[in-house]
């Protein structure tokens, strides 16, 4: 259940920050109400997962899957382009999260 929580909260962040590009600086109502929204529900969710993920390891993974599933977002919906650079970085990223995963021994004390 935990883990649904945090994944919740990282679709929530990635459409507000979608939304946020969308927006135009605010400009645009719709997408200025999806932004906060989006944002109000990410950081709700993430306070929850808080309650039984250590902080560290909530936000590596919230974060680092946040960044692949935002450049994924703005590359299908927004044409932004994607060099190998930026995807072995984004392949590093998820190599990080799933080190802390498997062999931190992170607790909550």
């Known amino acids: 259940m935990k883990y649904l929580l945090l994944a919740i909260a990282i679709v929530a962040e990635v459409i507000a920050t979608t939304a ?6 605010f400009s645009r109502p719709l997408w200025a109400v999806v932004c906060v929204v989006g944002y109000a529900v990410a950081f709700y969710f993430l306070s929850l997962t808080l309650k039984s993920i250590p902080t560290g390891v ?3 993974i919230w974060s680092g899957v946040g960044i692949v599933l935002i450049s994924a977002a703005a590359w299908a919906f927004q044409g932004q382009k994607l ?13 990080g999260v799933a080190v802390m995963n498997l062999f931190s021994k992170t607790a909550v004390h």
């Open 58 to 60: 909530a936000y590596a």
């Open 83 to 95: 060099d190998w650079p930026a995807i072995v970085g984004m392949g590093l990223i998820i190599a």
């Open 20 to 25: 946020l590009k969308q927006s135009d600086g």
